[in-house]
Each structure stands twice: as C-alpha cells, then as structure tokens.
C-alpha cells in the first residue's frame, strides 16, 4: 500500500554529489568499553534505525550506560547533522534484539536522532504542535502516511543535514567493508534476506515486527538517498 503513496511524495533533496565520510567530520564520544565488545568481525550489514529522543545524543548514551546488556550502535547522527562515534564500527553492541547475536556481530547499526511516530496535540497560532511517544509537546517538520506506517500515520522527518550525513557514512562504509548500497525495496518490513544475513543496508523494521518496533520509516528523501548512493560507487 505505501508504494503507491510513495510515488506522489518525491524528494526534492539532491544527493547526487555525496562522497565518503570525511572523518574529522565525527565526533568521539568516550564510550566505555565495558559497553560494547571489542571483538572484530566481518561486516556485512548497515542497519538504519533511528532514537526516539530528540535532536541530542545525551539521552541516547545516558539510556545506554544504565543497561549492562551492551546494547548501542556505532555511531548516532544528531539533529544537526554531526556524527558521534561511540566505538570503532570494526566492533560491535547489541542492537537489532533479533534474537540472533550472530546478526549484531556482522552489523554495524547507526541512529538517526528523531521523535519517531507522533500524535496530533493542538494548534498554537494556527501551527500544528504534536506529542511524543514520551508525552512531550514538539514542533518539529512531519512525514505524514496516510495509509500508515506501522500502525502511525505521523513520524518527524529526518532533515537533510542528518540524511546527508548518514549517505556520506555508508558511502565509507562500502568503501571499507564492501557492503553492497543496492536499494533493497523489502527493508520496510520484517525481511527473510535480512534476517538470513544478506548483504546490504536495512532497517530496524527488517528484523522485527510491528508493533516491535518502527525504525526507520519510509521517508521518500531516505528512500531517494538509498536510491541514488548506488550511482555513486
């Protein structure tokens, strides 16, 4: 059902002169490695997922040190744009609950800080306001689905700065790794080549079901950015 919306909902965001990361671009968090695992193993999946906490890293790496399960992600891309590394993306952290470790081992997950879904809260000065999953009041850009998306119909928009950024990091990535940027069109719902390893970028949502979890959402400027890394190898 969401193909057909997608198709009249085009970005008009212009990826097409990306290149690989500059790596003074990232910032390095002092993450402790008791909190990740310091193994090396061969990477063969990217996996999108994004936070559910705002525009700031704080609270992900807060909510992170309080669990002894080592669960995060490599990298976070924050509000503006600017990627944390937390650990080397040679190693690894919990962070698909797939029940499958062996995929975690052979990912390298980053997140896009966002609200995620969201609910209509009230107008101020005619200007829609919305609720988070937390209950807090934003103001932020929405993507709408009117046929939903997992079950929710509104999701803050990732921003151009933060999809830039994450196009710059997979282009890295390949470029290390050689893990292919082939759009795959089923990443938007529990996926069997995801879930059996294949190759490639993905989302949270390909390894878990809905009401589980809804990272990341079809955004059509994610999906242009997908789409157009391919031409850029």
């Known amino acids: 059902m969401l193909f057909n919306f997608w198709k009249y909902n085009k970005s008009k965001m212009d990826f097409s002169d990306l290149k690989p990361i500059d790596l003074d671009k990232i910032e390095l968090i002092d993450f402790p490695e008791d909190q990740y695992f310091p193994e090396t193993f061969a990477k063969k999946q990217i996996v999108l997922h994004h936070t559910v906490s705002g525009p700031d890293v704080r609270g ?45 081992r052979h990912s390298i997950g980053v997140e896009i800080d966002n609200w995620g879904w969201l609910q209509p809260a009230n107008y101020v000065t005619e200007k829609m306001q919305w609720k988070t999953f937390y209950g807090n009041i934003v103001d932020v850009e929405v993507q709408e689905y009117p046929k939903l998306f997992r079950d929710y119909r509104y999701y803050q928009k990732y921003n151009e700065l933060q999809l830039r950024t994450l196009g710059e990091l997979l282009l890295y990535w390949n470029q290390r790794y050689n893990i292919p940027l082939d759009y795959n069109e089923d990443m938007w719902d529990v996926s069997p ?41």
């Open 60 to 104: 992900d790496i807060e909510t992170w040190l309080k669990d002894t399960r080592r669960i995060a992600t490599c990298i976070i891309i924050d509000g503006k744009g600017v990627p944390h590394q937390l650990f080397s993306s040679k190693y690894w952290a919990g962070h698909l609950g797939a029940g499958n470790s062996n995929l975690d």
């Open 193 to 233: 080549k995801a879930l059996s390893g294949v190759p490639g970028v993905w989302t949270h949502t390909s390894y878990r079901p809905k009401p589980d979890k809804t990272d990341c959402h079809p955004q059509p400027d994610l999906i242009n950015l997908l789409k157009t890394l391919r031409n850029l190898i």
